[in-house]
T-cell receptor
Framework: GAGVSQTPSNKVTEKGKYVELRCDPI?????LYWYRQSLGQGPEFLIY????????DSGLPNDRFFAVRPEGSVSTLKIQRTERGDSAVYLC???????????FGQGTRLTVV | GENVEQHPSTLSVQEGDSAVIKCTYS??????FPWYKQELGKRPQLIID?????GEKKDQRIAVTLNKTAKHFSLHITETQPEDSAVYFC?????????FGKGTRLHILP
């Protein structure tokens, strides 16, 4: 596709459930980033992939959060045992390589009830 | 790790006046500084960026300045228009992850 695509756009889940959020980056972009954005806040860094490997996962808040990018393209952010505090918009971005012009997806709004 | 501070958090300016948003960063190895604009309910979009080998960059009404010694960079918007109302984010990177500031909500007053 022409841009970064994220699915689903919205996800409502019950506390304690497992969720997966998908990001389809721009073709050819080797760098992929996940962020979490709460209302009125800036994008909070979660994890950065260079190719298939997680080059920096220092932003993941705890071990309930995990992300993969097995073929160096599509990435999935996985959240186990969701908590109400996980509610936020999860943004994905990609760039040709790290530290360059990054394009954002439209985000997935996660609501944990 | 990198830390980016941004201020002010809110800024109101009269239409036609200039707006300035300032950021500081902590990692002296950072070499890429993008600025993003986010309108309500939309994704952040890049408006201008600068690399550390350049002190200033201008694109029409928007300019960014960088002071590497002080680890400061600023966004300048001249002749502000109603469509400039949005939240603006600065960010810093050293060829890897991109770290964002908390944002400045810019209001353009009629």
């Amino acid at each position: 596709g022409a841009g970064v695509s994220q699915t689903p756009s919205n996800k409502v889940t019950e506390k304690g459930k497992y969720v997966e959020l998908r990001c389809d980056p721009i073709s050819g972009h080797t760098a992929l980033y996940w962020y979490r954005q709460s209302l009125g806040q800036g994008p909070e860094f979660l994890i950065y992939f260079q190719g298939t490997g997680a080059a920096d996962d220092s932003g993941l808040p705890n071990d309930r959060f995990f992300a993969v990018r097995p073929e160096g393209s599509v990435s999935t952010l996985k959240i186990q045992r969701t908590e109400r505090g996980d509610s936020a918009v999860y943004l994905c971005a990609s760039s040709l390589k790290g530290g360059q012009y990054a394009f954002f997806g439209q985000g997935t709004r996660l609501t944990v009830v | 790790g990198e830390n980016v501070e941004q201020h002010p958090s809110t800024l109101s300016v009269q239409e036609g006046d200039s707006a300035v948003i300032k950021c500081t960063y902590s990692d002296s190895a950072s070499n890429y500084f993008p600025w993003y604009k986010q309108e309500l309910g939309k994704r952040p979009q890049l408006i201008i960026d600068i690399r550390s080998n350049v002190g200033e960059k201008k694109d029409q009404r928007i300019a960014v300045t960088l002071n590497k010694t002080a680890k400061h960079f600023s966004l300048h918007i001249t002749e502000t228009q109603p469509e400039d109302s949005a939240v603006y984010f600065c960010a810093a990177s050293r060829d890897d992850k991109i770290i964002f500031g908390k944002g400045t909500r810019l209001h353009i007053l009629p």
